[in-house]
């Protein structure tokens, strides 16, 4: 049961992690893509779902250990 448990938690951390990591990732996309050729517009909707994916993910993860913190009484 102790097990399950753990295992469910570090699978409801990792999803937000790779959630933030791909918006990271399309962020870099986008900035590459617009130094990379001068005559295209910079890709803003790309950029700001990246974006948004890389605070909600971030957002989650602190929000989880701010939780648990005061959960122990440790904050």
Known sequence: MLLAQR?????????PGLLS???????????FYSFAS???????LKFIAGLFLFLLGIAFIAGWFVH???KKKQA
Not at 7 to 15: E, H, K, R
Not at 21 to 31: K, S, T
């Open 68 to 70: 648990r913190d005061k």
């Open 7 to 15: 295992l469910l938690a570090v699978l409801i951390i990792a999803i």
């Open 38 to 44: 001068t005559d295209t517009p910079f890709p803003t």
């Open 21 to 31: 990591a791909y918006g990271w990732n399309i962020m870099r996309d986008a900035l």
